[in-house]
């Protein structure tokens, strides 16, 4: 009896969890209009546990997306701006001297929030850059020899402009690798932009202009417990060869079609096979199924590998990207 009683405690709380998601989901659709795709990825990656790079031009809500999601969730959030003159410091914090009691005394920096929005993360060198690795793969940050750990969940959504790129600093590979996706986003079209205008119109004479309270709040408890539960989806066996076959064919795509010889300096690495399973996990989750196919393995595919390819110079002179070889493999690669 009390194991049939675990059983329907555990069923409930699988239904809250999905529906306080899904829940989330629709909200966020109301008020990023156009942009779902970002929507559904940014929900992804705060089920798998991962970090979120965001690309596409000013003015595509980018922002706006994560402190909405932030909003609807038990936690804070802190946008950081990232500008030339930025210190590592300024993002994990430092030692402060206290004269009155001659210690030094940890101050953190703002790292230390559930959701981070490193905003233009081009724009900082490579040792600010560098000071989100520990952070992004390990939830945690050194200072003067002493490890803090960041608060549950943590999510950090980068975004870069791919428009301007003086004073900019390109991100060194090692570092987009500690991205779960890597997602770009375009304008939306005619029907989303007039939803969009009489939004803000309707935001601009609401409370002068002060943003309501979100309609709903998700617990950090139903986050985790969402995560428990993606981790624990059926893959059958058939898929997991899957996935490692579309990993294995980023390292050797001649394999599978022998024009393709040479047009890859560097496949993906093992950490795209973690990757794209969870990815796939979570995007079955959040359509309501209780497994995954192979068809939620191709809906990730591109978000999860764009980032984690490096191309031939002989690719690039023949006018190949990393989304039509990407393409091409996942045309190739039969379904086990």
Known sequence: MHTRSAVAAEAVASNANHLAL?????????RILGQDHLVDSLLIALLADGHLMVEGAPGLAKTTAIKELAAALQGDFQRLQFTPDLLPGDLTGTDVYRPATGEFVFQPGP?????????EINRAP??????????????????????YALPQPFMVMATQNPIEQEGTYPLPEAQLDRFLLYVRIGHPDAAADRAILRLARTQATTAMGVPAAPALQVSTEQVLGA??????????AAVEEYIVQLVLATRDPARFDK???GRIRFGASPRAT?????CA????????????APEDVQA?????????????????????????LLDDLLRLVPVA
Not at 227 to 236: D, Q, T
Not at 302 to 317: C, G, K, N, P
């Open 274 to 278: 973690i990757a794209l399973d969870r």
């Open 22 to 30: 899904r829940n989330l989901r629709q909200h966020l659709q109301t």
């Open 111 to 119: 790292l230390f929030h559930n959701l981070v929005l490193a905003d």
């Open 259 to 261: 024009a393709l010889a």
């Open 300 to 324: 990730v595919a591109h978000d999860v590998l764009r980032h984690r390819l490096l191309l031939s110079f002989e690719a690039e002179a023949d006018g190949m990207t990393p989304e039509s």
């Open 281 to 292: 996990r979570a995007h079955a989750w959040l359509l309501g199924k209780d497994y995954v």
């Open 126 to 147: 490579a040792k600010v850059q560098s000071a989100l690795l520990e952070a992004m793969a390990e939830h945690q940050v050194t200072v003067g020899g002493n490890t």
């Open 227 to 236: 995560r428990g539960e993606v981790l624990a989806m059926y893959v059958a």
